[in-house]
């Protein structure tokens, strides 16, 4: 099976401001440290992590909506960085974003039928006279009426402003869709609408997920595999059910144990890190999740060698010197 | 039972809107009793944050007003009838909050010791270095490392965590009876959101106050609260203890929130949801609010509003007409 995604030792280091109250040499804010994962055409793979991980930032350099300091990025055969403005630009058609925040990524003074349009305008996918039916055709097929079109952003509610900013996506008939938090600004009821509408739109078009969020329990109802950054770096990565089942990584089992379970009755074991997550400035130096680390088998090793993601078996790596010895 | 420790009774709280009047919080009521945690929960626009502002009487007015005839009774008084300098002596003392923000209930200009030194200066009425000393205290009872140092510190420079810690150490300057905690972790990351609820946990058991837990997340009222109302167009739906209430819904729009949120226990693949959305609240549906959206509905549910229906297990109650027709309830 080839991949349509290859993300090799991707990195994003940001020079950090040096104001004149702070002399001295330069400093680097890590934000993505050496990511690498691989996407299978028609798959949905997720990146979880918490604030600050990176896991936004490696959804930009994909698009270059910033410019990646090193590694690579293949889609279908195609060097992505290596590529120059005018092939971008015809790229980018293949490659869609859908933001957490629909109500900041849509124009307000656009109504949601231009939105929808502006693509297939860019692009030149469909004539003047063809657009208000594909317009139509769009919303329909992400739940929305064409009575819609005429209105502007402010009269839709959240759940129907992710819709349209999906439509808008869709537009283009991409074959990459990166979403960046889609749902985290939704009510539940609203959430689980938009999630079962991106599982249809996936099967319909076999659409290929990069799926970035911080909530596990969406996570697994969504993804394929799944992919745990911490500090700027993939902790672990396994297909679904070894990742929640069997988690190696100290990490993945903190987390998985922390999210609450809606059942009163459910054991809670949850492992509780002290402290908070480094500062991409000095990231600690070895395994960068040491300090915070609560395997009982945490030795001094792990404050210098920096372990490697070490392969598992059945698709799972973890970057840990006592993944065999899972907590 | 004991006596509840604050009792709302028929709360209104209106806002005037260029749409008109949002009933936002319209007839709401219940009790909290010592030392219990009672979540309420609901999705955005429901009223369960304006209902928490009204406590306390920190609803903007205007656009808003809470209505007479609405009862907030604490200590065997309404606080909707006290003076400011009354209210001023309960409010940050014996009924204290957590908000959701915790960098934007910060002053930014103050160091998080002086602004939690202020509040025993305030109630305690004790000297500056008497405040001091119990600032860094509390800090330190809240688990904030380096204590001393970190309430020297401004809150840009503390983690969200770590301010919504000096939250927690200001609301507790007083020992207060009750603690409004308002979405206290939605704001932090999981890791971090264990280390609030369990410290709130703590000091809820240490200090013995009641907890009114405001929140969307039914995973945390699972774990955390003893009883739950919920919430659904300014009003109270369904009330229940914690455990009858995930074992057995009343209200189909409980059932439908239970079944919208995807978890790390049950089966993967298609969420059931509720369809539609939360009308506005300035044009509530006539009947039954939740009729539009509810799979259930029949006749009845357009025409007539229902009551709070008392359900099978006690203290459990359900706004819902299912209750005493239940032959009506449609399998899943």
Redesign the interface.
């Known amino acids: 099976m080839s991949a349509l995604v290859r993300v090799e030792g991707l990195v994003k280091h940001y020079p950090a401001r040096r104001g004149w109250l702070t002399p001295g040499r330069a400093e680097v804010v890590r934000a993505v440290d050496g990511v690498s994962f691989d996407i299978a055409a028609g798959r949905t793979l997720a990146l979880v992590g918490?604030?600050g991980c990176g896991k936004t930032t490696v959804g930009r350099t994909l698009l270059r909506l910033v410019e990646p300091t090193a590694g690579r990025f293949t889609f279908d055969g195609v060097d992505v960085f290596g590529l120059g403005r005018e092939p971008m630009r015809a790229l980018r058609r293949r490659m869609q974003v859908i933001f957490q925040d629909p109500s900041g990524s849509l124009n307000p003074r656009m109504t949601v039928g231009d939105a929808i349009a502006e693509p297939l305008i860019i692009h030149r996918l469909a004539t003047r006279a063809e657009r208000p039916a594909r317009v139509a055709e769009l919303l329909a097929e992400v739940g929305l009426d064409a009575s819609f079109a005429p209105r502007y952003p402010h009269e839709l509610?959240?759940?129907?402003r992710q819709r349209v900013g999906i439509a808008r996506a869709l537009s283009v008939r991409p074959e990459l869709l990166i979403c960046d938090e889609p749902v985290t600004a939704l009510?539940?009821?609203?959430?689980?609408?938009v999630?079962?509408l991106l599982?249809d739109l996936q099967q319909a078009h076999r659409l290929t997920y990069l799926f970035i969020a911080?909530?596990?329990?969406?996570v697994?109802?969504v993804a394929d595999d799944v992919a745990v950054m911490y500090a700027g770096q993939i902790v672990e990565r396994a297909p679904?059910d070894r990742l929640?089942g069997a988690p190696r990584h100290p990490y993945t089992r903190?987390?998985?144990?922390?999210?609450?379970?809606?059942?009163?009755?459910?054991a809670?074991n949850?492992i509780?890190?002290?402290?908070?997550?480094p500062s991409p400035l000095s990231p600690p130096a070895g395994c960068r999740f040491h300090p915070r680390c609560p395997h009982p088998l945490k030795s001094e090793r792990c404050a210098r060698e920096v372990p490697e993601l070490r392969d598992f078996g059945g698709g799972q790596q973890a970057a840990c010197h006592f993944g065999e010895q899972p907590m | 039972m004991t006596a509840p420790v604050l009792a709302v009774r028929d709360l209104k709280t209106y806002f005037v809107t260029p749409a008109g009047t949002a009933r936002a919080v319209d007839g709401v009521s219940w009790d909290l009793h010592p030392g219990e945690t009672l979540a309420v929960v609901g999705?955005?626009g429901c009223g369960k944050t304006v209902t928490s502002l009204s406590v306390l009487r920190l609803v903007p007015e205007p656009p808003g007003h809470v209505l007479p005839g609405s009862l907030i009774e604490f200590e065997g008084r309404n606080l909707l009838t006290l003076s400011a300098p009354e209210l001023r002596a309960i409010r940050g003392n014996r009924i204290a909050m957590v908000f959701q923000e915790p960098t934007a209930a910060l002053n930014p200009v103050f160091t998080v010791g002086e602004q939690i030194a202020e509040v025993a200066r305030v109630h305690l009425g004790v000297s500056r270095r008497a405040a001091r000393a119990l600032a860094v205290d509390l800090l330190n009872q809240v688990g904030v490392?380096d204590a001393a140092r970190r309430a020297g510190e401004y809150p840009h420079q503390l983690?969200?965590?770590?301010c919504q810690r000096v939250m927690i150490a200001m609301a507790l300057v007083c020992h207060p009876q009750v603690l409004i905690a308002d979405e206290p972790t939605t704001a932090l990351?999981?890791?971090?959101?264990?280390?609030i609820?369990?410290l709130l946990a703590r000091k809820q058991a240490e200090l013995g106050m009641a907890v009114l837990l405001i929140t969307?997340?039914?995973?945390?009222?699972?774990?955390t609260a003893d009883r739950v109302v919920v919430m659904y167009a300014g009003q109270v739906v369904e009330t229940a203890a914690?455990?009858d209430l995930?074992a057995h819904p009343l209200h189909p729009y409980t059932a439908?929130?239970?079944?919208?949120?995807?978890?790390?226990?049950g089966a993967?693949?298609?969420?059931?949801?509720?369809?539609g959305?939360?009308p506005p609240a300035t044009a509530w549906p006539v009947g039954c609010r939740f009729h539009p959206r509810c799979p259930h509905a029949w006749d009845k549910c357009r025409t007539e509003e229902p009551p709070l229906l008392d359900g099978p297990a006690p203290g459990q109650s359900a706004r819902c007409w299912l209750v005493s027709e239940p032959e009506r309830r449609k399998p899943a």
Do not use: K
């Open positions: 918490e604030t509610s959240g759940g129907q009510d539940v009821s609203v959430q689980a609408q999630l079962n599982r911080h909530d596990l329990a969406v697994r109802n679904v929640y903190a987390l998985l144990s922390a999210v609450p379970v809606p059942d009163p009755g459910a809670r949850r509780v890190l002290s402290g908070d997550v | 999705e955005s490392p983690s969200g965590g770590t990351d999981v890791t971090v959101q264990a280390q609820l369990e969307h997340d039914l995973g945390i009222v699972a774990g914690t455990g995930f439908g929130l239970l079944a919208s949120v995807p978890r790390l226990d993967r693949g298609r969420l059931r949801g509720i369809p959305a939360v």
